[in-house]
């Protein structure tokens, strides 16, 4: 019996292996277009960079698109279309000058982008992809803040908590995760974050006042430095924190 399946098994490693060669032949141009013209678009994104860059042409372009749109398509929920058709965009560029393409993007959900942190290790592509919805929707950008801060991390969460300051800021400067979000920044040592965080804080500075001073009080290194020439700005400090602020501002 194990005689039989050893063999059976190889049989099946030798059918796979020449299918294998059958198949590993670069699809020429000429190729793509029986796929495309048999709607085949799943096979032709698989074998478009088959094609050479230099033989890739208008009509090649043209075909990505389509395959690209028809494969967001069958992505059976709305996170999994989100993280495919960002991840498409960023293989192929011009993919955002396809009419198609940024329309099926367009129609995105904020739930959908919410739904793409399930599928991605890092976020980026969800991130991007949520930073085009609230440039189109900057009313969502309060909501976007609050997903990125769950779904990633609150530092990722400073540049919508930014945007939504813009034209939510009575509401907006008042939620916890922003105070968070803010102390975060100033814990960073990159500028961006750095950046983000002190622009919130001047914007909500009385609303971040208390978190501000209570992350002094814990003595984060970074923090300190970072936060301690704002802090002095504001003239909200005395005692033994002006001290502490000073002494750093002279070092």
Same mark, same amino acid.
Request: hydrophobic content about 40%; aromatic content about 10%; charged content about 25%.
């Given at each position: ?20 060669f ?10 793509l ?7 085949? #678009?799943?096979? $032709? ?7 050479a860059?230099?033989?890739?042409n208008?009509? #090649?372009?043209?075909w ?21 058709? #960002?991840? $498409? ?8 000058q ?45 909501e ?7 779904? $990633?991390n ?23 995760p ?33 978190? $501000? ?27 033994l ?11």
């Amino acid at each position: 019996m194990a005689f039989t399946f050893k063999r059976l098994a190889l049989s099946g490693l030798v059918f796979l292996s020449i299918v294998s060669f059958a198949t590993d032949r670069a699809y020429t141009l000429e190729d793509l277009k029986h796929l495309a013209d048999s709607n085949s #678009w799943k096979e $032709l994104l698989e074998h478009a960079e088959d094609v050479a860059p230099a033989s890739r042409n208008a009509q #090649w372009n043209t075909w990505v698109e389509k395959s690209a749109t028809a494969e967001v398509k069958s992505m059976p929920n709305g996170g999994m279309k989100a993280y495919r058709a #960002w991840v $498409l965009a960023s293989r192929y560029p011009f993919l955002a000058q396809g009419k198609e393409f940024v329309a099926l993007r367009n129609g995105l959900t904020l739930e959908a982008y919410e739904g793409c942190f399930e599928y991605s290790d890092t976020g980026d592509f969800c991130t991007q992809g949520l930073k085009e919805y609230v440039s189109a929707h900057p009313d969502k950008a309060g909501e976007a803040a609050r997903i990125v801060s769950l779904k $990633l991390n609150i530092v990722g969460a400073l540049p919508f908590y930014s945007e939504a300051a813009k034209t939510q800021k009575v509401a907006i400067c008042k939620e916890e995760p922003l105070h968070r979000a803010v102390v975060a920044g100033f814990s960073q040592p990159d500028a961006k974050p750095l950046g983000l965080a002190r622009g919130l804080a001047s914007v909500c500075a009385r609303e971040s006042k208390e978190a $501000l001073l209570a992350a002094l009080d814990q003595g984060g290194s970074y923090f300190s430095e970072n936060a301690c020439g704002f802090l002095l700005e504001q003239k909200w400090l005395s005692g033994l924190r002006e001290k502490k602020c000073r002494r750093l501002a002279k070092q």
